[in-house]
């Protein structure tokens, strides 16, 4: 499956990271803890891959090639790489720095991104500006997934949504089963029909508002 094959309104979803300051070392360890969790809790075909070699990840210790960076990428089934994240806790001082872009292509891997930036906007809060292209679409259910496996959360995200009417039903808790459990598969075929219904619900059940 290539880029190039996905609904242009999936493939074409691209997630901005600007940091703001330097992430404090204890809420560094907090984010460093909530996305190994998520890591092990995601079906393996949903996963990261490997940013050095493309490969699958096999241990959450390769989401920190370092200590203070994270770092993660995605392929497509012919294993190229389409995209590749990386954050630092350090801010960098340097004129040149710019926001980090990161376009998943609607690649299995985006379920992990936004995960990721959930998470890092709540651990690491006021260090980092994140915006999607899609808006708050991209928000509702990663903070649900997150939400259904830790009931103790109290969440934001990087753009409100509306939750009293939006994934709180019956087919929403079969995606979010769908996408949770190391021992599941999730094909990428799959994986693509559940984002393009995501986004098509949620634009539904908003203009019902």
Known sequence: MTPHSLSTSTADVHYIVTQKATVPPELWATFVLA??????????????CNSTNGLRMERSSELFPDPDIFAFASTNEGDFIVATALITRFRSMS????????????????????LALVLL????????????????????????????HDATLNLS??????DDNVFNGT????????MSGAERIVTTQEWLLINEFE???????CSLE
């Open 121 to 148: 906007y709540n651990h690491c809060e006021g260090c980092f500006e994140i915006t999607s292209s899609a808006g708050a679409a991209s928000w509702s259910l990663p903070v649900r997934w997150l939400c259904r």
């Open 95 to 114: 004129p040149d720095a710019r926001p980090r872009v990161i376009a998943p292509h609607g690649q299995p891997v985006d379920l992990f991104t936004r």
């Open 199 to 205: 986004y098509r619900l949620y634009g539904l059940r």
């Open 171 to 178: 087919a929403d808790e079969l995606m979010l089963t769908m």
């Open 35 to 48: 996305i190994t969790d998520v890591f092990w809790r995601l079906p393996v075909n949903l996963r990261p």
């Open 157 to 162: 995200s990087p753009a409100s949504f509306r």
